[in-house]
């Protein structure tokens, strides 16, 4: 009797639960359309409870993993029957539906207050997860900027989301590099939020040493673009280039970009101890001795300039920015110098111009040697000053 007491509150709990499920809840369990669902959370999901949201969510996950596979299926037949236009389509599809399979999981695990469905979806997920990767590239190489932030960024938040802070991603390898593509197609897409929480994850990853450089540069792209476009104040702009500058004391993009802002932002204490600070560490220091030199070279203290860039080549002789400017100081010290030995008759005196053809010959060199690393003015446009130390030589001869 005791026995049948217990089966009878155990029936009558079951079916308390269902009472408490609303028509719009049940009806969802006899939809077998991933739009007609999505759409019924819409209109009716403020009513469910949590138990039916986790349902109707699950069965989300359950209709697009089926469009995933239809779909996938349906590609592999395309490609059989070499029809390109529908391969392409259908592989579109799959790639939709699988991230719609990762989001409603997530969206399910956040209502599911018992755990019903987390292990089930976590363990059909997780090759689907890793379909993101291939996604995003396929439409990076589209610059479809918009889907493959969208993609990349899947596999990227998925990692961290609590649908999967029991999995197992020790084997996993390249999250990094992944997240760099992640931050780059953001930043092409113009979703500098994005960009700038999937470079934290490049740079929280067990790959940041070999990828930094690269991350560090789209993050302060992102930062820059914000702060042209006034979703960035200066202050703002400034203290966050700080904390990257306190966490990467050693790159030469953060510390350029944070003496320029200083600079810009009018405090030249701020810049002048960061550079004493850095050259008192390193007197030869590509970077530093390049700023140096700006700074003299806009007081046409040429001399002066030219000293700073001559120790920034020879720390980084790759460093064309330095090296232009280089060969720019000795055009504008041999110009000054013919200007103020020229007279009323525009005649330059003879041993005037032997000096100045001295300091126009090494702006000819340098600048003719930035041409040839840069022949396409792809970091540096070397062609307006050659053009003018070229004139000068005429007029100076």
Partial sequence: MKKFMIMAAAVMMSLSATAQSSPEAKAIKKM????????????????????????????????????????????????????????????????????????????????DEKGKYKNKNVNRLMTIRNSMVQAGLDAYNSKDYTSATKYFGAFVETRTDALFNEADFSREQNFGQIAYYAALAAYFNKDYKKCDQYSD????????????????IVKLGAYEEQAKAAAMDSATYVKNVRAMYDQFPENENIFGKLVGLYEEVGDKASAKSLLDTRLASNPNDAMANAYVG???????????????????????????????????????????????????????????????????????????????????????????????????IENVK
């Fill in 294 to 392: 700006q700074t003299a070279q806009a007081e046409q203290k040429y001399d002066e300039a030219i000293a700073a860039y001559k120790k920034s080549i020879a720390s980084k002789p790759d460093f064309l920015a330095a090296k232009l400017n280089l060969g720019v100081c000795y055009l504008n010290k041999a110009v000054a110098y013919v200007d103020a030995n020229t007279d009323a008759r525009g005649t330059i005196k003879p041993e005037a111009k032997t000096v100045a053809m001295a300091d126009l010959s090494e702006a000819k060199k340098l600048l003719e040697e930035v041409k040839a690393a840069d022949p396409n003015c792809a970091q540096v446009n070397w062609q307006y000053p050659l053009e003018r130390v070229d004139y000068v």
């Fill in 201 to 216: 994850a490049a740079l929280n990853s067990s790959e940041r040493d070999s990828i930094a450089n690269d991350v560090i």
């Fill in 32 to 111: 077998k359309s991933y739009t007609e669902v999505l759409e019924a959370i819409k209109a009716n999901g403020a009513a469910f409870d949590n138990a039916d949201k986790a349902f109707a969510y699950n069965k989300l996950v359950d209709l697009a993993i089926k469009e995933n596979s239809e779909s996938e299926k349906a590609a592999i037949e395309a490609q059989l029957a070499k029809n390109a236009e529908q391969q392409t389509k259908m592989n579109v599809a799959k790639n939709a539906s699988a991230y719609n399979a990762l989001q409603a999981a997530m969206q399910c695990n956040a209502v």
